[in-house]
Every structure is written in structure tokens, then in C-alpha cells.
């Protein structure tokens, strides 16, 4: 076997010149185990797997994945992802390589002389600063660019503003005069731009297809870009801990054609009927009207003059979601119901009974309804389409 070359050894030695050979006895125990302890070894196996499962990640069809965008917005930032991470992990392998083999080839053996010492190389200084400063102004401009670029809403971008609540999202289209809650509804191919604030705690919007995450603040501004290339249904949900039922705070944005989302911005500007008198339904308007419903929800009937729907305005300070058009939306409180295995009617009779029991914390209290009162609302509710 040929002699080992000695390496560079930087700023170690006091004296640089210094050779010598150790001798062997000093350090038999060092020698005697090549096998990692067992600490090492649950390590290794725990490493591993986190690689592992973190592979699988990628893989697995979740509906919250920052892999699968679905907009210009979101490949922006996948366009981003890919690269860095590819140059991460170029240069975690070349540097755990280098480790590696140095580790193993210039290892300690019997008969080995000690590397010859040498105190600092400017080449070698020079070399491993300016390639990393490179790599991260190479990754910084672009990154930058697109945090600012990602930002800033296209001058015709649709405007829709994104107030959150403990614990649901309302969205408002100022340009439509549209108010609604839980479905973020979009045109595909059409820029929206979210104007977002917070009624109460600080939430985050996060739809991954279309978008990152951004803050909802209260008593601020914040601004996302939405966009999807194709119809579609995106879920999302809030991002930041905002009190006992963050966890069922979802975020839904039902992508529509442009034609389809002109009719549901028509059928949305519509009115609500009233009921007929004697019918389920007027008797479940009652329950609205009597049981303390109008405290904080809002519904925009056709016939304001009627003596019975006066005063049914919600109070701005805390209110509800409006629901003029309830029915057209798929999913309520907090687009969390209705959850797999549950139908829309059992999900809205088990909400209507007892709010707080289905959702910690619900502001929606437990009016004590009867079950008869729960199926007039659910009758009338349903009109409401
Ligand atoms: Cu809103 Cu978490």
C-alpha cells in the first residue's frame, strides 16, 4: 500500500513544520471498535427514515401539497423550489461526500505519520468563500424578485377582500356587491386580487395550489395573489393558531369557466324569497326571526317592506356569515362541515343542535332548538340556494 500524502491541515498546528509518529500504545482503545454505539446506530436508523418519509411526502396525493400547482402564482414559487433544492442537495452531497471520504482515507492507522501542518491558504479561503457567495446570490436575485413580484397585484386583477373570523373565512366582492363565506368562488385564467384583513386574531391564508401563505391581520391590509389556470376545487386552510378551533378553519377556492362564474355572480346578486306562509320553510324563517339568528347573521330578502322582515339586519360589529345564498355552498361552519361520512343534512341538523359541541368555541351558541325547529330551518335554509 502506498504511503498516505499527508493533508492540509489549516490553523491547527502550533508548529506548522511539526512531524512526527505517534506511537501506538497511546491509543489502543481508539482502534479496537469501527461499529457505531447504540445511540449512533437509533440515530442512523431515525435519519434514515425521516429521509425516507420525507421522499414519500412528495409522492402522496394530499390535498394541502405545495407540489401540485394549479396556477401561474403557485409554479412561480415551484419554479423556485426545484432549482434551490437541487443545488441543496448538489452541494449536501459533495460536502458529506468530501467528509466522508476524508474521514475514511486519511483516517488514523498503526504506522501512520502525522499530516503535515500548515497555518491558513488564501487560494483555498478565497476559493470555498467566493462559490458559496455565488451560489447565494445566484439563488438571492431570483428569490427576492419573486417575493416582491408575488406581492404586488396586477392592475386587472379581481378584487375580492378575505376577512377572517374565529373560525371562517368571508369574502366579499366589492365590484359584484357580493358577500359570502367558506367557498372562495374564482374564475379560472382571472388574477383575483385578495385584499385581506382580520376581524379578530391574526389568521393565514393558505390555498398551496394557488399560492403560498399569507398573514390576515387586524387593522392591516395584506395582499395574495389567486390565480388558477383551469376550473377546480382547492383547499386550503388558516396557517396560524388562531384560538380553539383553528384546526377547523378551512379555506375552499371553487374554481369556475369564466361563463359558468357570471351566472353564479348573477344568481348570487340575487335576493332571497320569502317563503309562502304555512309552508316548512316560512315556519323555519320564523325560527330565524324569533330565536336570536338576526343577532349576528345577515339575509338580503326581495321583500324589504314586509313588516316581518324589518330590523333583520345583523350588527356590524359581530357578525356571522351572510346567509343569502347558504344553500349554494356546499360546506358551512368553516367549510368543515360536512366531513367525510356525514350528509349535508345530518352535518347542518348536528351544527344547528349544539354549534359549540361540533366546533370548541363556536360563536354560535347552543340556542336550545327542538328537533321540529331544526327541520323548519334546515326546510327554509334550503331555499336558500
Ligand atoms: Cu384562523 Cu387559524
Redesign the pocket.
Known amino acids: 500500500m502506498k504511503g498516505p500524502k499527508a493533508p492540509v491541515l489549516i490553523g491547527l498546528a502550533d508548529d506548522p513544520a511539526a512531524t512526527y509518529t505517534r506511537p501506538m500504545v497511546q491509543h489502543p482503545r481508539r482502534r479496537r471498535s469501527v461499529r457505531p454505539t447504540r445511540p449512533f446506530r437509533f440515530a442512523g436508523v431515525a435519519l434514515l427514515g425521516l429521509v425516507l418519509s420525507s421522499c414519500s411526502l412528495i409522492e402522496i396525493d394530499s390535498p394541502l401539497t405545495t407540489f401540485e400547482p394549479a396556477g401561474p402564482i403557485a409554479d412561480r414559487i415551484d419554479g423556485l423550489f426545484w432549482p434551490v433544492f437541487w443545488i441543496a442537495t448538489a452541494i449536501f452531497l459533495v460536502v458529506q461526500g468530501a467528509i466522508v471520504f476524508a474521514a475514511i482515507a486519511f483516517r488514523d492507522r498503526p504506522g501512520r505519520q502525522e499530516p503535515k501542518q500548515t497555518h491558513g491558504n488564501a487560494k483555498l479561503e478565497i476559493t470555498w468563500t467566493v462559490i458559496p457567495a455565488l451560489i447565494l446570490a445566484g439563488i438571492a436575485i431570483p428569490t427576492v424578485r419573486g417575493v416582491f413580484d408575488l406581492t404586488e397585484c396586477a392592475p386587472d386583477a379581481m378584487t375580492i377582500e378575505i376577512i377572517?373570523?374565529?373560525?371562517w373565512?368571508e369574502y366579499q366582492y366589492p365590484d359584484q356587491g357580493i358577500e359570502t363565506a367558506n367557498v372562495l368562488v374564482m374564475p379560472a385564467g382571472q388574477e383575483v386580487c385578495a385584499v385581506m384583513t382580520?376581524e379578530d386574531?391574526?389568521?393565514?391564508f393558505w390555498i398551496p395550489a394557488l399560492n403560498g401563505k399569507r398573514y390576515?391581520v387586524p387593522g392591516q391590509e395584506t395582499f395574495l395573489r389567486l390565480e388558477a389556470y383551469e376550473p377546480g376545487d382547492f383547499w386550503g386552510?388558516?396557517?396560524?393558531?388562531?384560538?380553539l378551533?383553528?384546526?377547523l378553519?378551512r379555506a375552499r377556492a371553487l374554481v369556475l369557466a369564466p361563463a359558468d362564474f357570471d351566472a353564479w355572480v348573477a344568481a348570487q346578486q340575487a335576493a332571497a324569497p320569502v317563503p309562502a306562509e304555512g309552508t316548512p320553510a316560512w315556519d323555519g324563517l320564523q325560527v330565524y326571526l324569533n330565536k336570536g339568528c338576526t343577532q349576528c347573521h345577515t339575509v338580503d330578502f326581495e321583500d324589504n317592506d314586509r313588516e316581518v322582515l324589518d330590523n333583520i339586519v345583523a350588527e356590524p360589529g359581530f357578525n356571522g356569515p351572510n346567509l343569502t345564498h347558504f344553500a349554494s355552498r356546499s360546506v358551512f361552519a368553516?367549510a368543515y362541515l360536512p366531513y367525510e361520512g356525514l350528509s349535508y343534512r345530518q352535518a347542518l341538523t348536528e351544527w344547528l343542535a349544539n354549534p359549540p359541541e361540533v366546533k370548541p368555541g363556536s360563536f354560535m351558541p347552543d340556542l336550545g332548538l327542538t328537533q321540529q325547529e331544526i327541520d323548519d330551518l334546515i326546510a327554509w335554509m334550503e331555499t336558500l340556494s
Open positions: 377572517g373570523h374565529q373560525w373565512f382580520s386574531v391574526l389568521h393565514n390576515l386552510h388558516c396557517a396560524e393558531f388562531c384560538g378551533s383553528h384546526s378553519m368553516g
